[in-house]
């Protein structure tokens, strides 16, 4: 099992079918709901399953070097090298860092917008936990979006002041309290987080692209004979529903021939066995 989870698709392939089952499961189960949650399940399931249909671009010569940099590629190889630096990797190394600034920048706003408040889960569902807030603000920013309305806090129409009103409410928006050192804040952090993280990770990826391309043509034909290999002994659906239980059946008596045989008896036998 972990052989097979070792493998890039394999695991797309479990993770999908993990999905497809939930979303079924909670499709058929709870009877009277409006069936919101299967049915994001069932998208989910669907965007990996197109994820997966990448690999068959693994055969095509310009394709297949770029499929390679956006995934982890463990290539087990003697005639190879042992680990290929991916793109994925850079992105993810890149993603701790961005996180912690987002975290601390977001609390920064919180704090000085909405002083005193405690609690920050709220009273409703964990869709309107005011947690959440404090993570989109700065993390739209690291895109490029200001937010200057909500930093100089312009045009608040459908809020309150009232703290007995929010607290008790969640569908009701609590008032921001203007600060002048919020857009400072904000300013410095979007300075840093697009100049200096975004081209950090930019240059990880040059990196990344330079030391792909340089056994481009390697990787390729690795990647090529792993497609071709995995589809060599395969039957195309809906064949596979009418053969595949007989491949079962042979493969379990096949094992249970090789169990009750005793390689030491005949050395032959066990020369095979081996």
């Known amino acids: 099992m972990k052989r097979y989870l070792y493998d890039f698709w394999n695991a797309v392939d479990l993770t999908s079918y993990i999905l497809l089952i939930l979303a079924l499961t909670v ?15 069932f998208a989910l399931s669907l965007l990996i399953m197109y994820i997966r249909f990448l690999q068959l671009f693994l055969m095509n010569r310009r394709l ?17 090298f042992c680990v290929v630096s991916s793109q994925l990797k850079d992105l993810l190394y890149f993603l701790v860092i961005a996180s912690i600034v987002i975290v601390g920048t977001g609390t ?12 920050l889960v709220g009273t409703g569902s964990w869709s309107t936990w005011h947690i959440w807030k404090i993570l989109y603000y700065p993390y739209w920013q690291l895109y490029g979006e200001p ?14 002041s009232n703290r007995s009103l929010y607290e008790t409410n969640s569908e ?23 100049l200096l993280l975004v081209n950090l990770v930019i240059a ?13 043509e390697m990787l390729w034909r690795f990647e090529r004979y792993t497609v071709i290999t995995n589809y060599e002994g395969k039957v195309p659906s809906p064949l596979n529903i009418i053969i595949r239980p ?29």
């Open 172 to 194: 009701v928006e609590r008032c921001a309290e203007k600060d002048p050192t919020v857009p400072v804040v904000a300013a410095a952090y979007m300075l840093i987080s697009n």
């Open 64 to 80: 297949g070097p770029t499929l390679i940099m956006i995934k982890e590629m463990p290539s087990y190889h003697d005639a190879i």
């Open 108 to 119: 920064y706003y919180h704090a000085n917008l909405y002083p005193n408040h405690i609690n």
């Open 27 to 41: 499709r058929h189960s709870i009877e009277g709901y409006p069936y919101t949650i299967a049915r994001r399940l």
């Open 246 to 274: 007989f491949q079962l059946m042979n493969c379990a008596r096949q094992r249970f021939k090789r169990c009750k045989c005793d390689p030491a008896d005949d050395p032959e036998k066990g020369t095979n066995f081996l």
């Open 204 to 216: 990880m990826f040059s990196y990344t692209f330079d030391s792909v391309m340089a056994n481009s």
């Open 147 to 160: 937010f200057n309305e909500f930093l100089e806090v312009q045009d608040q129409p459908n809020c309150t």
